[in-house]
């Protein structure tokens, strides 16, 4: 993650080398998948292990995103108890990022033009004995050239402190780690060689160029560049992999647990944190198929978007429970794979789960095997997680056309109440706003990530049953209508 500022002489370069080789996709396309390596038509796949999020103890996925196609954004990364110092380097990096986006180019819009959508998505590494790993990956479709980037930041239980990817090289290493770096590098095309040894040899840009490194699956280092770190942009993207039995030597005690770590991961994490009991899943289940008919009372689908969230959603299962009120849930893959047993509390107890992307990309900025990926692997972590695959998705910021509808069987769903909770983290206001707005077969968008938004529930099922009205799945309206 690194603002890049070109040198003339480079764009010269770029110019006679288009076809320079690169671990990317050959288009430049980005990884918007965001975990799990390049998919698609460069075909490579990661060479890094991807772990189970859901066996990680107390895992929060902190989320942050809108549903506004004038304010596109979404952002994740995980709070591992234990690795305080590391999350707070993600918030910093991500609140930072979406700072700059909503003031600059969402709210303080200047041109009148739409920006483009800002993703922050993450994958997990190592969580294995002391050591953790994480990868963010940003695709900012506003930046100059591809807007694609990527850092892993890393956890050492052990000593309780955050390291930098470069914490993983011992200090006294690192001129020979870096020279073996430049070494690969410099036979690579559209490498510009006095530029990276101006960019190696200043300690500022060295750690901002090296800030993605990770063990593949054998013990490799594998150092990856944003498009235009290590010379032409058109060279896109540049990853070396230096052997294991080359770069061990060069280690920091650190970056050899977590090369052990990744070769022979450890039963479990443990990071030293006590665990505060995490809230207990609701096991709320429905009593039989739904017999409301909407055609002869009021119905209104309440919707639910980016979920689930652990505490959040737990607590709106109950609410909704309490009010006998089913409702549907647009779950984001990279969620249910941290918390299917969420998933399976939200459909045991009568409620529909329907796709809502992996991590929330504009989907009519994808290509058709992308947004196949994007809602294929979704729908499987729902059928893990429930038994049943679902039959409904929501594009991402309603954003959907022929392409998108192209690439799926899935029906998509809009809305016609806009709560604007993640504008307005007030209760009252997301209370008032959907009973003010609702309708006889209302769809509303709210999100339960939010729990602003889950507090606004009561009062939403309190007062809408009082004036006569049901609370069914989405499905289950389109079919009685
Ligand atoms: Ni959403």
């Not at 490194?213 to 560049?225: H, I, K, N, S």
């Amino acid at each position: 993650m690194r603002t890049h500022t070109l040198v003339p002489s480079l764009l010269l370069l770029g110019a006679l080398s288009l076809t320079a080789a690169c671990s990317s996709g050959s288009d430049g396309s980005p990884d918007v998948a965001g975990a799990g390596g390049r998919h698609g038509s460069a075909a490579t796949p990661s060479p890094v292990r991807s772990i189970d999020p859901s066996e990680i103890k107390g895992l929060r996925i902190v989320n942050d995103s809108s549903e506004q196609s004038s304010c596109p954004f979404a952002t994740s990364y995980p709070d591992v108890p234990g690795a305080e110092a590391m999350t707070a380097a993600m918030k910093k990096d991500v609140e930072k990022l979406l700072t700059g986006f909503r003031s600059g180019r969402c709210e303080g819009g200047t041109d009148g033009a739409r920006p483009l959508d800002l993703n922050i998505s993450h994958q997990i590494l190592v969580a294995s004995g002391d050591v953790l790993g994480v990868r963010l990956t940003t695709q900012d479709r506003n930046a100059a050239g591809s807007g694609l980037s990527t850092k892993t930041y890393w956890y050492d239980g052990k000593a309780g402190a955050y390291r930098t990817a470069l914490g993983l090289v011992a200090e006294g290493s690192r001129d020979a780690f870096l020279s073996a770096l430049k070494d690969r590098l410099k036979g690579r095309e559209g490498v510009d060689a006095a530029f990276l040894d101006d960019t190696f040899s200043d300690p500022a840009s060295r750690a901002a160029v090296l800030d993605d490194m990770a063990f593949t699956a054998d013990g490799g280092l594998r150092v990856a560049f944003d498009r235009g770190d290590v010379g032409v942009p058109a060279a896109g993207a540049v990853t070396v992999t230096l052997p294991g039995e080359e770069v061990t030597p060069w280690l920091s005690a650190f970056g050899k647990r977590a090369q052990r770590q990744t070769v022979t991961p450890s039963p479990s994490l443990d990071l030293g944190a006590t665990h505060a009991p995490t809230q207990a899943v609701p096991t709320h289940t429905a009593s039989g198929d739904d017999d409301t008919d909407c055609k002869k009372v009021r119905c209104v689908a309440l919707t639910f978007d980016d979920g689930p969230a652990a505490s959040e959603t737990a607590t709106l299962l109950t609410y909704l429970a309490q009010h006998k009120a089913r409702a549907t849930f647009f779950t984001l893959g990279q969620n249910v794979a941290a918390h299917p047993d969420v998933v399976r509390a939200e459909a045991r107890a009568g409620n529909e789960i329907g796709n809502h992307s992996w991590n929330h990309p504009d989907l009519t900025k994808l290509t058709p095997e992308q947004i196949a990926y994007q809602l294929n692997r979704t729908s499987a972590a729902i059928k893990a997680a429930t038994g049943k695959a679902p039959t409904l998705f929501r594009p991402p910021y309603g954003a959907v056309n022929a392409q998108v509808k192209a690439a799926t069987t899935l029906s998509p769903v809009l809305w016609d109440v806009d709560t604007e909770d993640w504008k307005y983290p007030d209760a009252g206001t997301v209370a008032q706003t959907v009973i003010a707005k609702a309708r006889r077969n209302s769809v509303v968008l709210m999100h339960d990530i939010h729990p602003t938004s889950v507090a606004a529930v009561p009062q939403i099922l309190r007062t809408l049953t009082a004036r006569g009205y049901h609370f069914v799945t989405v499905s289950h309206l389109r079919a009685t209508l």
